[in-house]
């Protein structure tokens, strides 16, 4: 496997700006992993054929003279969510296929103004929608720790490019954990940023008030340096906070020092006892807070009666939201129109090229918004989960009144089989369990790697929650534990998953 | 509360979403949307009327930009994605049926 691929885009962006490697030669080397290893993985739904002309423009602004931040000519996996004028955007939907889009997300747009490099579109659940990537209407995303099994959803592409190698960085999107969730049973790194504190602009929206686009890789530091290129106010976002935004690549290096976690308060939520979670996440779960007790910390019993309220409220304001949303898909303006035999009316049409057009989990959720949000049904249904919204909100108040951060496992289980949940809607949900608070509430999440379930050896994460604006605060305490468990292991987590067939070792 | 997902309120719901449903898709979702809805009822349990509803994680107010003519698609770029176009204008088939 070329040593290119494993460096992180840290390093890789030191070398880069040394001379030592160019960016065509970077880009090249990605684009080789992922011609080995993607037709197993899938991670990609598209793979950039402009990627190498970018990396060229970079490489000679750059011998002119041009100077650029600490990850220009590193290349990037995006999500499909995202819109990009260079490539197709389908969101995971047949009803978008081949969709070009006249303008760049914004996080896009400043990811090229950064010189980073577009190397693909990454699989999703389709519109977003999932704990698996099955819902894709392009075919399921393998793990590449296990390709009988899910690499998360809804942003499995984009963790599994990152775990295989195919990618350095990649962009996310977050609605109930569809950035954390993926990250911990791959073995990654992910962030969902504080609500607003990343441009929305361009992220086909799946939940308006829920939906939060960050970035997916393989360490903390990453992760900082693509945040610090992603965020900020942009004006084409009315749900954008304007305001100034301290470095997150500056607060993962502080962190990585260990200092940070000497007298820091870690709570731990009573209501998410072990017994709630598989035995090795569990397991892995307290081995990261004995760790990080031994740097110091202090780990402090909290109470959030209201978060087994959360998966309720948000399969009510989620489905509300998305069923407006996916409103704009109705062979119009864009998109897949089929036209029924004999003289059929403009509501036909659209009725006829959404049945075809949405997937099975789509259509399940845009009816049941539509039963949410109907007469009679309003106040009971989602006018009550917007006050649960509310009521979780006081609970991390409260909770935050008495601990620096609070630390949960990121999700119940490991990666499960392909096709084992697909059948059974509820336990597909209950997957986002310990994510979806965050986003109810709008304070930002970290899932970093723990480390292997001893039952069935697969990745496990640990999430950190911080109140809102405070995702500085998670990249210290990320980069701290991350690199303390590093210490413990040796080596980082990914060097223990299997070696892909097809990888030029 | 008691879901009452019924075949016909899915069909109804199908109507307003505009989407055709198959006999199968409706019997389908109608199991399904019963257990969904079974469970996530219980949000009444707690949301009592002394609980002010929240719609939106960080509140903003009065968020405007400067009334200056932005940057703007050109009608080319608006229909490059069309479905069908003519004129410079989006084209549907008609808007009403025979018997409207």
């Known amino acids: 496997m070329s040593d290119i691929i494993r460096l992180t885009a840290a390093e890789l962006g030191e070398k880069l700006a040394a001379g030592e490697i160019s960016s065509v030669e970077a880009t090249q080397a990605h684009l080789d992993r992922i011609a080995a290893v993607d037709g197993d993985v899938h991670a990609f739904l598209h793979v950039n054929e402009h990627a190498l002309d970018a990396a060229r423009e970079i490489d000679a602004r750059r011998a002119a003279g041009e100077q650029f931040g600490p990850i220009a000519g590193v290349p990037l996996a995006i999500k499909d969510v995202l819109v990009t004028t260079d490539q197709p955007s389908t969101s995971g939907s047949k009803i978008l296929e081949g969709y070009m889009s006249p303008f760049d997300a914004t996080v896009v747009a400043r990811s090229r103004a950064a010189g980073l490099i577009a190397l693909g579109k990454t699989n999703m659940d389709e519109f977003a929608m999932g704990s698996s990537t099955e819902h894709s209407a392009y075919g399921p995303t393998r793990n590449p720790w296990d390709f009988d099994r899910i690499p998360g959803g809804s942003g499995g592409g984009s963790a599994a490019a990152v775990a295989a190698f195919e990618a350095p960085l990649a962009l996310g999107s977050d609605t109930g954990g569809s950035i954390r969730q993926p990250a911990h049973v791959t073995g990654t790194v992910g962030i969902k940023p504080t609500y607003g504190g990343v441009s929305r602009y361009g992220a086909i929206a799946l939940a308006s008030s829920l939906d939060q686009v960050g970035p997916v890789t393989r360490t903390v530091l990453d992760a900082g340096l693509l945040h610090d290129v992603i965020g900020g106010h942009d004006p084409k976002d009315s749900t954008s906070l304007d305001e100034q935004w301290p470095s997150f690549a500056a607060a993962a290096r502080e962190g990585a020092s260990g200092q940070v976690l000497k ?172 994510t979806i608070p965050a986003n109810l509430a709008g304070v930002p999440g970290i899932s970093i790697p723990s480390g292997l379930a001893a039952e069935d050896g697969l990745p496990v994460g640990i999430q950190f929650l911080a109140p809102a604006r405070e995702d500085a605060r998670l990249y210290r305490v990320g980069a701290a534990l991350e690199a303390a468990l590093v210490d413990s292991w040796g080596a980082p987590l990914l060097d223990r998953a299997p070696v892909l067939e097809g990888g030029n070792r | 509360m008691v879901s009452e997902i019924t075949p016909d309120l899915v069909r109804h719901l199908g109507v307003l979403a505009r989407i055709k449903l198959t006999d199968d898709e409706v019997s389908q979702l109608t199991g399904q949307l019963d257990a969904i809805v079974d469970n996530i009822a219980k949000v009444s349990e707690v949301a009592t009327p002394d609980v002010a509803a929240t719609s939106h994680p960080i509140p903003l107010s009065n968020v405007f930009r400067p009334d200056e003519v932005g940057q703007t698609l050109t009608p080319e770029q608006v229909l490059q994605n069309a479905p069908d176009a003519a004129d410079g204008r989006f084209r549907v088939t008609a808007i009403l049926g025979e018997e409207q």
């Open chain 1, 263 to 434: 007298g820091l308060k870690v709570g731990v939520i009573k209501e998410l006892p072990d017994s709630g979670f598989q035995t090795g996440v569990a397991a892995s779960f307290r081995e990261s807070l004995a760790l990080m007790e031994a740097q110091g910390a202090e780990i402090v019993e909290i109470s959030a009666p209201h978060f087994e309220y959360g998966v309720a409220a948000y399969y009510l304001i989620l489905p509300a939201e998305a069923s407006s949303n996916l409103a704009k898909f109705d062979s119009v303006r864009f998109g897949l129109r089929v036209t029924p035999d004999g003289t059929p009316t403009v509501e036909d049409v659209m009725s006829a090229t959404r049945e075809a057009g949405f997937g099975p989990e789509v259509k399940r959720r845009i009816i049941l918004g539509t039963y949410a949000l109907s007469a009679g049904y309003y106040d009971a249904y989602y006018g009550s989960a917007q006050k649960v919204r509310t009521l979780i909100q006081r609970d991390f108040d409260a909770a935050f009144a008495q601990v620096d951060v609070i630390a949960t496992p990121s999700a119940p289980t490991t990666a499960f089989k392909i096709g084992e949940k697909i059948d059974d809607p509820l336990q597909m949900y209950l997957n986002d369990l310990t």
